[in-house]
């Protein structure tokens, strides 16, 4: 069975410019979670979602949103990018809310 | 939110040698798994262990959720294990979300 496939594997944008990430979760996952890692800390949890509904927020501000389509994939969308913004973007997906997590290899992005 | 510390944060060991990861966290947690990120960023499933004992190969990890705290052994250490190791903690939030919290992470370089 194929992982959890994020895409793409890396992206240059611009300060002020959008960036839409991509997940696809484990067959049967019905739950997706988004993290931020910047070099040297833990990821950063941003949303959880679960049978197509946000279940959980992060400390980020309203310019990360995420969406949940039905076949259980997932976007996260940043806009208006910061460089600050510039990081590892993670996903995971899990059976359920309280399952165990089964991470992607990440997007790193790049702001300039 | 809850608070998860990881100690020590470096560790340096020789080959061989046997080897100790704390995660301390301040409040009940519905579920903790232990993770190593290898160098390319991606982060590899090692413990799901909310409570108890378990063993995989050289590895074992002990939760003590009475006393909210997990240990993650690595015995015989080889350096293929350098790497970044994190334990993660979901808990219960208010209003029926569970926020899947990591702690900062032990960064741990095996020389030969």
């Known amino acids: 069975d194929a992982g959890v496939t994020q895409s793409p594997t890396h992206l240059i944008k611009t300060r002020g410019q959008h960036v839409t990430l991509r997940c696809s979760p484990i067959s049967g996952h019905k739950s997706v979670s988004w993290y931020q890692q910047v070099l040297g800390q833990g990821p950063q949890f941003i949303f959880q979602?679960?049978?197509?509904?946000?279940?959980g927020r992060g400390n980020f501000p309203d310019r990360f949103s995420a969406r949940q389509f039905p076949n259980y994939s997932s976007e996260l969308n940043v806009n208006a990018l910061l460089l600050g913004d510039s990081a590892l973007y993670l996903c995971a997906s899990s059976l359920k809310q309280n399952s165990p997590l089964h991470f992607g290899n990440g997007t790193r992005l790049t702001v300039t | 939110g809850i608070q998860v510390e990881q100690s020590p944060p470096d560790l340096i060991l020789q080959e061989g040698a046997n080897s100790t990861l704390r995660c301390n966290f301040s409040d009940s947690v519905n579920n903790l798994q232990w993770f190593h990120q290898n160098p390319w960023g991606q982060l590899i499933n090692l413990f799901y262990i909310p409570s108890g004992t378990k063993q995989n190969g050289r590895l074992s990890a002990t939760t003590v959720a009475t006393e909210r705290y997990s240990l993650l052994y690595i015995s015989s250490s080889q350096t293929t294990d350098s790497g970044v190791y994190f334990c993660?903690?979901?808990?219960?939030?208010?209003?029926?979300?569970?926020?899947?919290?990591f702690g900062r992470g032990t960064s741990l370089i095996v020389h030969p």
């Open positions: 979602y679960y049978e197509k509904e946000e279940r």
């Open positions: 993660a903690v979901l808990w219960y939030a208010a209003g029926g979300s569970y926020i899947p919290t």
